[in-house]
C-alpha cells in the first residue's frame, strides 16, 4: 500500500514531469513543485543521489507534501563520464539543443565503437523535508551516441541516445516504450517496490 495519497514531483522538467506521472499512473494523486514556487533549488551535491535528495527536501518544505524527486543525466564513456550531473548545465544553461551540439562537437572525432554512454538516474523520496531516511533508487540505461540527432520524442539528449535494444535513437521510441525500459523507467520499477505498489 502507498504510505500517503498525495506527493509532489519535484521537478521544473516538462518532459520528465510527463514520464514520471506516466510511470506512477494513479497510484498517488501528483502535485508540481512548480504549482508553489518558480525558482528552480541550485543542484550543489556531487551526485545524483545528493542533488535529488536537494530538490526533494525543497519540494517538500515548499509544498508540506511527501516530494519525489528525479536528477539524472548523460554519463559519456570517452568524456570520462561527462556531462553527467552537468547534463542539464553542460552548454551554460542554454538549453537542451545547445546541450546536444555540444555534445556532438565533443565527439566528433570518436569513432563508433568507442561512442557507448548510459542514461542514469537517481530517484529520492522523501517523506516530510527534514526525513532522515530518504527512500532512494538507481537507475541506468546503456547505449551509445549517435552522430546526428534522430526522431522528436521524448526531451533532452534523447535524439542522440541510441538504444540498441531497440535499434533506434531514444527519441524514435514511442513514450509508452521509452516509459518501460528507460534509466527513469528501471528507477521507479524499484521505488514502486519498495512502496508495494508494484
Ligand atoms: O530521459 C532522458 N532523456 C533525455 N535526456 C535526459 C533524460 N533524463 C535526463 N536527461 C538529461 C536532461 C538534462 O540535461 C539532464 C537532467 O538534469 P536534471 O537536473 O536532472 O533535470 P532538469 O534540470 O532538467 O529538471 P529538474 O532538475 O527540475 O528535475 O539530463
Ligand atoms: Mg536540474
Redo the contacts with the bound molecule.
Keep these: 500500500m502507498m504510505p500517503f495519497n498525495e506527493l509532489v514531483l519535484?521537478?521544473?522538467?516538462a518532459g520528465?514531469l510527463k514520464e514520471l506521472q506516466a510511470m506512477l499512473g494513479d497510484a498517488v494523486r501528483v502535485r508540481s513543485v512548480g504549482e508553489f514556487s518558480d525558482i528552480?533549488p541550485e543542484?550543489t551535491g556531487l551526485s545524483f543521489v545528493e542533488?535529488a535528495i536537494l530538490?526533494a527536501r525543497n519540494a517538500a518544505r515548499l509544498s508540506g507534501l511527501p516530494a519525489l524527486?528525479?536528477?539524472?543525466?548523460?554519463a559519456v564513456d570517452a568524456l570520462g563520464g561527462a556531462p553527467g550531473i552537468y547534463?542539464?548545465r553542460y552548454a551554460d544553461g542554454q538549453g537542451?539543443a545547445a546541450?546536444n551540439a555540444k555534445l556532438l562537437d565533443a565527439l566528433r572525432e570518436v569513432p563508433v565503437a568507442e561512442r557507448g554512454a548510459q542514461?542514469v538516474?537517481a530517484l529520492a523520496l522523501v517523506r516530510h523535508a527534514d526525513d532522515p531516511l530518504p527512500i532512494i533508487c538507481e537507475g541506468l540505461w546503456p547505449g551509445s551516441i549517435l552522430h546526428a540527432a534522430r526522431g522528436d520524442q521524448?526531451?533532452?539528449?534523447?535524439p542522440l541516445?541510441w538504444v540498441p535494444e531497440r535499434g533506434c535513437s531514444?527519441a524514435e521510441l514511442p513514450a509508452a516504450e521509452k516509459n518501460r525500459i528507460?534509466?527513469?523507467a528501471r528507477a521507479m520499477a524499484i521505488l514502486k517496490q519498495r512502496l508495494g505498489i508494484a
Excluded: I, P, V
Excluded at 10 to 13: I, M, P, T, Y
Excluded at 154 to 158: C, Q
Design positions: 519535484a521537478s521544473h522538467n520528465k528552480e543542484e542533488n530538490k524527486a528525479d536528477d539524472s543525466g548523460l547534463s542539464a537542451d546541450n542514461f538516474c521524448g526531451f533532452g539528449y534523447d541516445f531514444s528507460s534509466h527513469r
